[in-house]
Each structure stands twice: as C-alpha cells, then as structure tokens.
C-alpha cells in the first residue's frame, strides 16, 4: 500500500480543513514547498495537492504552487481543485501533475469528463469519490447529490478509469479513523480497482488496517500535521 500526504492550500499555505468546512481552518505551514522536500527527504513518492480555493471558486487558482513542488521535487503529483475546463486540464498537466484529479465535473457533467478521458488517457485521471452516507459530495463537499457511491465508481471504472480515492466527508479532518465498512465494501465489489483511502487516518494502526482490507494506497494529511504519525512510520509503512 502506497502512503500518500496530502497538502490542501488557501491562499499558497498549507491548510486542513474539518468535514470540509472552510470556516473550520488551521494553517499549518506557509510555505507548501518546504513540507512537499520533508516528504520526499522521508522517502514518499506521491503527492496529493488540492487546491481548495479552485474547489470553492470552480477554476484552478493555486498552480503556481504545484508548479514550484514540481519543479523542485521529483514527487508524482496528483492536483485537484477547481478543474472545470479543458484549459484548466492543461494547466495543471503544463504545471507539472502527473494525474489530474476530478470530482465536481465527473458528476455534473459526465460528457466533458469522458471526452478528457479520451483525449488524455484515462491513466492521467484520480478519480475523487467524496461521499456523506454513501453518497457523492461535491463542490469541495458544499453540496450533496442522490448518487450512489457504487453506481459513481460502476460508470466510470467502465470508461477505464483505473484509480479512485474516496473520502467519507464525515470521517475527514476528525482523525477519529477511517470509513473501513465503507471502503471494504468497495474493494470487494471493485477488486480490480486501484483503490486509494482517504480521511479519517489518526495513526500507523488505522494504515495497517486499510493495507489488510486491501487498499492499493491511503491519503494521509492530519495525521502528519498534528504529529500523531511520523515520517519515519509513514517511510517503514510505505515499503510494507
């Protein structure tokens, strides 16, 4: 199972949110680039970056500093936040992201997100599945649909897509442990997905739990900021 930090901005520093709740914020750095070189200096590979004032806005606001992390580190980075457009596709792809990450779109609107899949390859996508009770959450989780997690991850898996995360919006920023019901559920009905966990991980047993239901890799951001896992345990964790 790959361990996958997570960096979330507002305004270029990097932030956490509560159940997605932007009036429930706590900074904790102010320079993203310094926290993305301690996680390549540990021995990670991967990179979740999200840019939460382009989820909020709905356009890409924060690629500058992807770019900076990108050019500056040989982590392979996975960006979302706010892509909408075609344009916002080649930003975050000319910026330096190997996967560009979707969510909104994939649900409101499934023929632009397919044409991308076709003009792209659907290996360039992370597919984002945030859900509250099992169903799709948009709009950096403003906003709730009718759309069952299965039936999300069912259409999409049928147009290639090869890696989903999903988070429990619930669980998110509560470190209180991850949706294992929920993501054992899927793992099962999907088991040739690449299956990414995220929300919800206060520590290395919660890790150790996801790796032996099955995930093929957990996002991990709280958890390092308030130091209730190290980067030590998240590099011995990661060659597991």
């Not at 997100?113 to 996508?125: E, S, T």
């Amino acid at each position: 199972m790959q361990i996958i930090p997570a960096i979330d901005i507002i305004d270029g520093k990097c932030v956490r949110l509560t159940e997605g709740n932007y009036a429930e914020k706590t900074i904790y750095h102010n320079n993203p680039l310094d926290v993305a070189l301690q996680f390549q200096d540990a021995g990670l590979q991967r990179l979740h970056l999200v840019d939460l004032d382009g989820a909020k806005a709905g356009t890409v606001k924060n690629w500058k500093v992807l770019e900076s992390i990108a050019t500056h580190t040989q982590l392979k980075i996975d960006f979302g936040g706010g892509i909408k457009t075609l344009q916002d596709v080649q930003i975050v792809f000319n910026s330096g992201a190997i996967l560009a990450t979707v969510g909104s779109i994939a649900v409101k609107e499934e023929a632009t997100f397919v044409g991308w899949l076709q003009q792209f390859g659907a290996d360039k996508f992370l597919l984002g599945a945030d859900v509250k009770n099992e169903k799709i959450a948009i709009a950096g989780w403003l906003e709730t649909t009718d759309i069952w997690i299965y039936d999300f991850i069912e259409k999409y898996v049928q147009h290639g897509v090869q890696q989903i995360f999903c988070t429990d919006v619930s669980k998110d920023g509560r470190l209180q442990g991850p949706a294992i019901d929920l993501y054992k559920k899927i793992i099962e009905q999907f088991p040739n997905l690449h299956f990414i966990a995220s929300g919800g991980v206060a520590n290395q047993h919660d890790l150790t739990a996801l790796q032996a239901i099955g995930c093929g890799g957990a996002i991990v951001g709280k958890a390092i900021y308030e130091k209730r896992i190290t980067l030590s345990e998240l590099q011995m964790l990661n060659t597991l």
